[in-house]
């Protein structure tokens, strides 16, 4: 089975700036995905970010990046130029690319506040 | 297009009551997923449906839980005798065909068993 950390259950950052969200994972598999989800007070889980685990180039969408390294088992989100609607709660998630219909395991989550 | 939707968007009951929570997925995706959001337990699997069939039940976590699919498109989640434990967020999700595809949210049901 597979298992997701994130170890900082909250964080901050000033407007503009630059924040970073860890994520570990465990899996004894070789191909899965991974994936930053954002969720605001709306309760809508909103994509960010996917990575593949077979390729070697980090994902980038915007403003959003990840720093992942496969052998560590780490995944993490780095958020420039943070804005106010980057304030919520942010879920890192395994999916395996075995077969059919995987679910999503999630991490706890880490919730991120924006300042102005 | 239209995203995932879920109803409805909030729902009181009473300890013992059935509920039922729908989930209408993104057209054309075969493949539809429920997770349940609770406090204590974070976000969990609970059940996955290609087509209208449920390969993947290990997440339902009693009997008291069960959902269908019709018609491959409408999900009905239905939790029986619901218990207080049962409160959480009901979050459905699909995907296009299932293997590989990224999975997409609908704004969820708050369940609040009183």
């Known amino acids: 089975a597979q298992t997701v950390t994130q170890s900082q259950p909250e964080m901050s950052v000033q407007e503009a700036e630059t924040v970073t969200l860890s994520c570990t994972y465990d899996t004894s598999e070789n191909n899965y995905y991974l994936f930053w989800y954002k969720q605001p007070p709306s309760r809508q889980m909103i994509l960010v970010i996917r990575?593949?685990?077979?390729?070697?180039q980090n994902a980038t969408e915007n403003r959003f990046s990840v720093n992942f390294q496969k052998a560590a088992k780490s995944f993490s989100l780095k958020i420039s130029d943070s804005q106010l609607g980057d304030t919520a709660m942010y879920f890192c998630a395994f999916m395996n690319r075995g077969s059919a219909g995987n679910m999503l395991t999630f991490g706890g989550g880490t919730r991120l506040m924006v300042k102005p | 297009g239209a995203g995932v939707s879920q109803s409805p968007s909030n729902k009181v009951t009473e300890k013992g009551k059935d509920v039922e929570l729908r989930c209408d997925p993104i057209?054309?995706?075969?493949?539809l997923y429920w997770y349940r959001q609770s406090l204590g337990q974070g976000l969990e699997f609970l059940i996955y449906f290609q087509g209208n069939s449920a390969p993947d039940k290990s997440g339902l976590p009693s009997d008291r839980f069960s959902a269908e699919r019709t018609g491959g498109s409408v999900s009905t989640l239905t939790i029986q005798r619901t218990q207080q434990e049962d409160s959480a967020v009901y979050l459905c999700?699909?995907?296009?065909?299932?293997?590989?595809?990224?999975?997409?949210f609908g704004p969820g049901t708050r369940l609040l068993v009183l």
């Open positions: 057209s054309g995706h075969t493949a």
């Open positions: 999700a699909s995907s296009l065909f299932g293997n590989q595809e990224t999975q997409y």
């Open positions: 990575q593949e685990a077979y390729k070697q």
